[in-house]
């Protein structure tokens, strides 16, 4: 199939490696005036987008030719804890120079990504982050899948790098880029051939930006939330993506000569569609009907009648910060049950915020006390979102639950997979200064 192009270095020097990746220095054009010293996968923004084939193997060589340690982490994908790339909890950090295989087989079919787990604020603001796409085992009817990946960059007008992270936004809603870009181009056309179905896949690999999507006078249907199919499409509104967060649509590409944009909320558009020739023209009323839905993936069903419940306060500690740990420029704004965790490093891992029988069912409760919104992430499952107290839910399958101002949910999952999983929010300022924590199967 015609993925397998865009496999990378599949040369002698690395035998039976499916990619050999690396993170590095670079510079990359984002705007006109000059380039902004930025580090990419292979030197490149965008990264490369990884394709993989659900349920089967694939091998990935990294190499860090960063100056400090990192790890890569596969967002959303339920894999074993030894590949799951986060330091000190499922493997020790890649030292600079040198590299590490990581080696799964994910059993889910979707739109996931990777990053590194360290030094986040820097790592990810800076551009290391990734499309890892996840190929269903039976070819889809979309005549275009089309992956773009959301970044607000943090730079000036010249194009350099400002400071990723002032501890005034991050005990807010966490530090906003300047520069918003969908695969490195500040709002592009994309071209998509009328009359034909097209799926799109939108992936938030920003530090801070929630996306409010949506497309005025369009239809376009939500098929999965990230990387999880719905059991029935339904019509796009408005969906908010937090950082993390992957939403694919599903939509007839517009007649000939009309545009249509992706906006988020009435803010701007982020990318607009320009539909090119296709033979398909009048058959859109037509198929409109009948809008393709993607098969589920084999996550375990929670026995939610009989799970255990387990709660889960998100709190804002500002006020709790102790002045001496400003001085050393550490900041504690946010807590999880009471306690923060900043600052990841071997000496410092506290105990699980849980820990959970592995096949048993769980639900967590989980209460946003705080006024600003949180996009909450599980590493290594996949969960069903049950009820929230303010708005209506239809339950679906996720991995990252965006969490309102003064919002409660729940979730419900089976704690199939063993080891340290982190949970923590995905605005990398909550995270690096408190809102992280991890629970522990057995
Ligand atoms: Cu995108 Cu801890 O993850
Ligand atoms: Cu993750
Ligand atoms: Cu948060």
């Not at 896949?201 to 920003?206: I, P, Q, S, T, V």
Request: net charge neutral; glycine share 8%.
């Amino acid at each position: 199939m015609s993925h397998f192009s865009f496999r990378l270095w599949a040369d002698d020097t690395s035998p039976g490696y499916d990619y050999v990746l690396t993170a590095e220095p670079t510079e990359v054009d984002l705007i006109a005036e000059a380039p902004t010293a930025a580090w990419g996968f292979n030197g490149q923004f965008p990264a490369p987008v990884l394709h993989a084939q659900q349920g089967q193997p694939i091998r990935i060589k990294f190499i860090n030719k960063l100056n400090e340690p990192t790890t890569i982490h596969w967002h959303g994908l339920r894999i074993p804890i030894a590949m799951d790339g986060v330091p000190f909890l499922s493997q020790p950090p890649i030292p600079p120079g040198d590299s590490f295989i990581y080696e799964f087989t994910p059993p889910d079919a979707g739109t996931f990504w990777y990053h590194p787990h360290m030094n986040s604020t820097e790592q990810l603001g800076r551009g290391l982050v990734g499309a890892f796409i996840v190929h269903e085992r039976q070819a889809q009817p979309f005549a275009e899948d089309i992956t773009c990946l959301l970044k607000n960059w943090h730079i000036d007008k010249k194009g350099q790098i400002k400071r990723l992270s002032i501890p005034r936004y991050a005990a807010r809603m966490g530090t906003p880029g300047r520069w918003p870009t969908i695969n490195g181009l500040h709002q592009p056309v994309l071209k998509v051939p009328a009359g034909e179905w097209v799926r799109l896949r939108l992936l938030n690999a920003d530090n801070t930006l929630t996306y409010r999507l949506h497309i005025p006078n369009a239809q376009a249907h939500i098929l999965a939330i990230d990387g999880c199919p719905l059991t029935t499409p339904r019509p796009l509104t408005e969906h908010a993506m937090g950082p993390g967060m992957r939403i694919d649509l599903g939509f007839i590409a517009p007649s000939k000569g009309s545009t249509w944009a992706v906006w988020h909320g009435e803010h701007y558009p982020l990318l607009s569609l320009e539909s090119i020739v296709s033979t398909k023209d009048q058959q859109i009323q037509a198929d409109q009907s009948n809008v393709p839905s993607l098969p589920m993936n084999p996550i375990p069903q929670p026995d939610v009648e009989n799970a255990e419940k387990i709660s889960f306060v998100f709190e804002w500690a500002g006020a709790l910060t102790p002045t001496a740990q400003q001085k050393k420029g550490k900041h504690t704004f946010w807590m999880i049950n009471k306690r923060a965790w900043e600052g990841m490093s071997a000496d410092n891992i506290p105990a699980p915020l849980a820990t959970l029988k592995r096949g048993k069912s769980y639900i967590f409760i989980l209460k946003n006390i705080t006024q600003y919104h949180h996009p909450i992430h599980l590493h290594g499952h996949s969960f069903t979102v049950l009820k929230s107290d303010k708005r209506k839910i239809i339950p679906y399958q996720t991995d990252t639950v965006l969490l309102g101002k003064n919002e409660s949910a729940q979730i419900a999952f089976v704690a199939d997979n063993p080891g340290r999983w982190m949970f923590h929010c995905h605005v990398i300022d909550h995270m690096k200064t408190g809102l992280m924590g991890y629970i522990t199967v057995t």
